[in-house]
């Protein structure tokens, strides 16, 4: 069974390289809409795969991070990345340029990160994430599926490579939430949200 909760957050970028003058050579912004698709085959202590309750926790605040940001790729013009950390205080910085495809690769590892690291308490099982799809604007999106996350030919993600800014880390409910699922630190899910 799979089930889906969808998240939102606007932010800018600049997607260097692709056809498009308009989205290669201007920083512009989207408000997207990402749909973080969950699957097993068991349901857990309340007849539920995931309560939707727990995914207002960790995987929100890491999705809403992108929120009011600016997204940065870390091959972009190096003038071009400090300015805008210079005059941002809420940045991403990605190892990908921030297209709908990668953004969607990204957040698919990070929600994988997020169910790896945690502690399941309510008799969740065998929870995976079954693709991510970033709708970049209402008639485009991109959908990730496991293969697409890890696929070489697409260019190998390394999650140390994410740096969220200082501002974003001081809003997180627990400010070493990046490092801590980094370092695989076990996140037990509350009895009660």
């Known amino acids: 069974m799979i089930i889906r909760k969808i998240f939102k957050f606007e932010n800018a970028h600049i997607v260097r390289g692709c056809s498009t003058q308009r989205c290669s050579e201007n920083i512009h912004g989207h408000s997207y809409k990402v749909e973080v698709l969950l699957e097993s085959n068991y349901l857990d202590d309340g007849q539920m795969i995931y309560d939707f309750g727990l995914m207002k926790r960790s995987i929100k605040e890491l999705i809403e991070a992108f929120d009011h940001s600016i997204t940065l790729w870390s091959g972009d013009d190096k003038g071009y990345i400090e300015d ?57 999106y991109a959908q990730s599926f496991k293969e697409d996350a890890y696929s070489k030919l697409m260019g190998i993600i390394n999650l140390n490579n994410i740096v969220f800014s200082k501002q974003i880390q001081v809003e997180w ?11 695989n630190k076990l996140m037990e899910n509350p009895r009660k949200v």
Request: hydrophobic share 40%; net charge negative.
């Open 84 to 140: 805008m950390k210079r005059h941002s205080s809420r940045w991403v910085e990605l190892p990908v340029s921030p297209s709908a495809e990668q953004f969607s690769r990204v957040i698919y590892l990070m929600v994988e990160r997020i169910l790896d690291s945690t502690g399941m308490v309510n008799g969740e099982r065998n929870v995976k994430v079954n693709s991510i799809i970033v709708h970049e604007t209402d008639t485009g």
């Open 173 to 183: 409910s627990n400010r070493f939430l990046w490092s801590d699922l980094l370092e």
